[in-house]
């Protein structure tokens, strides 16, 4: 049974800082994509970040130059490092890995930046 389980979400003031971890098991393939989506209420589900088996990483506009993703291959474990958080970041951020053969989610984590 394939598990995503994340964890790092919270409430932090503007211009805090929060981490995400998600760990994942039960994937039978090897993981080629690791990625970080958000959805706020009213808003459409959106990619933040996403990294791939050979380190390549891509950034949505409004997350370049405060967030970081990161991986542990071995572990199957990605990381969303959040810097100079906004009220805006306000979302459930939902884990993301995918195979060649499938694409699996997280449950979702809180994060609430309070103004």
């Known amino acids: 049974q394939v598990q995503l389980v994340e964890s790092g979400g919270g409430l932090v003031q503007s211009g805090g800082s929060l981490r995400l971890s998600c760990a994942a098991s039960?994937?039978?393939?090897?993981?080629?994509?690791m990625g970080w989506y958000r959805h706020a209420p009213g808003r459409q589900r959106e990619l933040v970040a996403c990294?791939?088996?050979?380190?390549?990483?891509n950034y949505a506009d409004s997350a370049k130059g405060r967030f970081t993703i990161s991986r542990e291959n071995a572990g199957n474990t990605v990381y969303l490092q959040m810097n100079s958080l906004k009220p805006e970041d306000t979302a459930v951020y939902y884990c993301?890995?995918?195979?060649?053969?499938?694409?699996?989610w997280g449950q979702g984590t809180q994060v609430t930046v309070s103004s």
């Open positions: 993301n890995m995918r195979t060649w053969a499938s694409d699996h």
């Open positions: 039960g994937i039978r393939f090897a993981i080629n994509e």
């Open positions: 990294i791939t088996d050979g380190g390549l990483t």
